[in-house]
């Protein structure tokens, strides 16, 4: 079955016990309750493939793309194979051993697994961005390396898990059981760690992040001057000059900072998820790693900045209206500019950057599922640098 073209193909309850699928086109295919015993995945087009209830034991998903795959009741334990005997002619039935699934450097984004084992499991450089794992049993099993952004762990199990340099920004692990787990040079921006018992987990080099009241009380003072600002509309406070800040791994989730300089500000790692910066100028920054999911940069300038491997997941990068002294729109807009900026690796799914500045921009490695993306050319004005 080798480079099948299935796209959409109704198979479910189909009995495809040690078949080898490699290469084959799967998505939006309907595989509930089959017998996928053994089954060979590797490089299988799988997005939104119905997977729930199937029988996976032994399966290999190596390199698979499950993007949107619904794996609810799916049983992924280890497996056992019978095989007929090689030497005898007589119906003697060998036993196969088959590993723990191996889901490595997979795409899971979006799939739900729920209701049956992944125990042990080989999960390492896998996307399991806005997975839903939630009451999963994950003993023992290796996530290193895997982006877990936003991902719901809630009440899962974990116990012996390796979870070294995985991704949590914005995750749920409240009433997880992380019982000697390993997070060390983990990402935690914005998980929800509620309810978690961490005495046995090694965290060395996590990410954590700092909360607004640890900040210097300077950087508090020019924060809270801006946001009687801004409530004020410019009546009271003072809008902020944050140039060269160091704002790294702190938690400003739902801020508004528009018209805020934070030209070449340090914010690496920062929670900045639901953020208005509203023609702010964020030119030269260092936003690496940031978490800035579903922030309004309507007219921002990023020139230059920084924005390798953050996550940007429904952000919106469109012009800004420009309005009068009075407030009203004057019918004129003022592009996001992302021109020369870094943004290898960042999460772009659903972002919106129609009309923004990318000349020069670095989209090396960056994600672009369902990116609105209409440049604007810097010979058409507006978005300083």
């Known amino acids: 079955l080798y480079g099948m073209a299935l796209t959409g193909a109704n198979l479910a309850q189909i009995k495809l016990t040690g078949a080898d699928l490699t290469h084959s086109s799967l998505d939006g295919a309907d595989l509930s309750e089959a017998d996928l015993f053994a089954t060979n995945f590797t490089n299988c087009d799988l997005k939104t493939a119905n997977l729930s209830g199937a029988d996976m034991r032994g399966a290999c998903l190596r390199d698979a793309d499950l993007t949107g795959a619904c794996m609810a009741g799916a049983d992924l334990r280890e497996g056992n194979l019978m095989a007929l005997s090689e030497d005898k002619k007589e119906l003697e039935l060998l036993i196969r051993k088959f590993g723990t699934v191996d889901l490595c450097q997979v795409n899971l984004r979006g799939a739900k697994l729920s ?13 399991l961005t806005d997975a839903s794992l939630c009451g999963v049993d994950l003993t023992g099993a290796d996530l290193s390396g895997s982006n877990l952004n936003g991902a719901d762990i809630s009440g899962a199990v974990l116990t012996g898990a390796n979870l070294a340099r995985v991704s949590l920004m914005g995750a749920n692990l409240a009433g997880a059981t992380l019982t000697n787990v390993d997070l060390s040079s983990a990402n935690l921006a914005g998980c929800d760690l509620s309810f978690v018992d961490l005495s046995t987990v090694a965290l060395e080099n996590a ?8 900040l210097s009380p300077s950087i508090q003072e020019i924060l809270n001057a801006h946001y009687a600002w801004v409530d004020s509309g410019g009546a009271r406070g003072e809008r902020a000059d944050l140039t060269e800040a160091d704002l790294a791994h702190v938690d400003l989730a739902e801020a508004n900072l528009s018209g805020a300089t934070l030209n070449m500000a340090k914010l690496t790692g920062a929670n900045l998820a639901g953020c208005q910066f509203l023609m702010a100028d964020l030119g030269n920054a260092d936003l690496d790693n940031c978490n800035l999911r579903g922030a309004d940069l ?4 990023m020139a230059k900045a920084d924005l390798s491997g953050s996550n940007l997941c429904d952000a919106v990068l469109e012009p800004a209206d420009i309005n009068d002294s009075h407030g009203q729109p004057t019918g004129r807009k003022w592009p996001t500019n992302l ?13 919106k950057l129609d009309g923004c500045r990318i000349d020069g921009a670095n989209f090396e490695g960056a994600r672009l599922d369902r990116t609105v993306l209409a440049a604007k050319s810097a010979a058409a004005g507006g978005g300083g640098s």
């Open 207 to 214: 990410v954590y992040l700092r909360a607004p009241e640890n």
């Open 115 to 127: 209701g049956r084992l992944l125990v042990n499991a080989n999960i390492l450089q896998t996307d």
């Open 339 to 351: 021109t020369d900026a870094n943004l290898s690796g960042a999460d772009l799914t659903g972002a």
């Open 298 to 301: 309507s007219g921002t300038n």
